[in-house]
């Protein structure tokens, strides 16, 4: 941050720093991923592997997450726990997929949290 502020500023803009709560942080970060993981991502996902497209393995791992079947995810959420993996533990925790219905909820929360602003 501190680079694109200096280069910003080298630049002539005025950067003006905005302080956000940790937990709006959180909250942002969780809905985005979530949308992310049951918007458009799996059918994106599903050409690259109909396609035989190469995924990145960051993309891979996470998809793999994502698409995990129930006993597999709780393997997974139990290994990072067990590991101190809780930022991670944190991070995938919306990496799921979501009935329609709770996906439907997940947008309304996202834009009950956009409003807020």
Same mark, same amino acid.
């Given at each position: 941050?501190?680079?694109?502020? *200096?280069?910003?500023?080298?630049?002539?803009?005025?950067?003006?720093?905005?302080? !956000?709560?940790?937990?709006?942080?959180? *909250?942002?970060?969780?809905?985005?991923?979530?949308?992310?993981?049951?918007?458009?991502?799996?059918?994106?996902?599903?050409? !690259?592997?109909?396609?035989?497209?190469?995924?990145?393995?960051?993309?891979?791992?996470?998809?793999?997450?994502?698409?995990?079947?129930?006993?597999?995810?709780?393997?997974?959420?139990?290994?990072?726990?067990?590991?101190?993996?809780?930022?991670?533990?944190?991070?995938?925790?919306?990496?799921?997929?979501?009935?329609?219905? *709770?996906?439907?909820?997940?947008?309304?929360?996202?834009?009950? !949290?956009?409003?807020?602003?």
């Amino acid at each position: 941050m501190e680079i694109t502020k *200096k280069a910003l500023e080298d630049l002539g803009y005025e950067v003006v720093d905005i302080e !956000f709560p940790q937990d709006y942080w959180e *909250k942002g970060r969780n809905l985005l991923i979530g949308m992310l993981c049951n918007g458009g991502a799996p059918a994106m996902m599903n050409d !690259f592997l109909e396609t035989g497209e190469k995924l990145l393995p960051p993309i891979r791992n996470t998809v793999n997450v994502a698409f995990a079947s129930a006993p597999t995810r709780w393997l997974i959420d139990t290994f990072l726990s067990l590991s101190n993996q809780g930022r991670q533990l944190t991070n995938l925790k919306y990496a799921c997929m979501l009935s329609p219905q *709770k996906f439907e909820l997940l947008l309304k929360e996202r834009y009950a !949290f956009c409003y807020e602003f």
